[in-house]
């Protein structure tokens, strides 16, 4: 009778001690990933509590300026800038913008104020990132640097974002998932739709006819 009873015990403590080594075992960078993407108390699309289509120009500036990852808030009628402070996330950082300077993202505002899109720069890895957010809706190449890199949008509009991805020349299996990721929060979904899994087995052929 003490054996069975232990057994029945040890059979509802395994899923329970399962969970909790899952839980255990994703890191730091992986959960702020996570909390940054999908916000348990914000609806998609949201960065940092502004939404996209919903929240206006001087209350995504108030929110960027109260918070405590960022440092500087500059811009105005049509985009806002700001830099990371060193509080942020290691996966977020600042910048260099040929002609802007140093930021660690721009929000574009409409002609009525209101945001349209946050784009911050990331070191996620794509893989990371699709591990996390799934399959994507559509792919879209943006634009093809012959032999140097191919550059192409992942949408997800469950979420509100699109992963806009570099891929430097040559493209082998390692960096096609390793391949660091622009982040970008919007209500724009328009690209070209996924026939088939995102794979790198199928994906090398379109990489190989741009000599990448």
């Known amino acids: 009778m003490l054996i069975m009873t232990l057994r029945l015990i040890l059979a509802l ?3 329970l001690l399962l969970l909790v080594v899952v839980a255990d075992a994703q890191s730091p960078a992986e959960t702020d990933l996570q909390h940054l993407l999908l916000p348990d108390d914000c609806p998609a699309p949201c960065f940092l509590g502004i939404r996209p289509g919903v929240t206006l120009a001087g209350e995504a500036r108030a929110i960027l300026e109260s918070h405590p990852w960022i440092d500087l808030v500059e811009g105005g009628e049509f985009a806002l800038y700001w830099l990371w402070n ?35 720069w990331s070191h996620a890895p794509f893989g990371e990132l699709y591990l996390l957010l799934g399959e994507p809706a559509r792919i879209g190449a943006v634009g093809i640097n012959v032999g140097e890199n191919v550059r192409f949008t992942l949408p997800y509009p469950h979420y ?53």
């Open 13 to 15: 403590l395994c899923p």
């Open 86 to 120: 060193g509080q942020q996330p290691a996966l977020l950082y600042n910048r260099i913008l040929t002609r802007s300077g140093i930021y660690g993202g721009v929000i574009t505002l409409s002609g009525s104020g209101v945001v349209q899109t946050a784009r911050v």
């Open 160 to 212: 509100g974002l699109v992963l806009d991805i570099t891929m430097l020349c040559p493209v082998n299996r390692a960096s096609f998932w390793r391949s660091e990721s622009v982040l970008v929060w919007t209500t724009q979904r328009d690209a070209v739709p996924v026939t088939n899994p995102l794979r790198w087995d199928r994906m090398r052929f379109y990489f190989r006819s741009y000599l990448c």
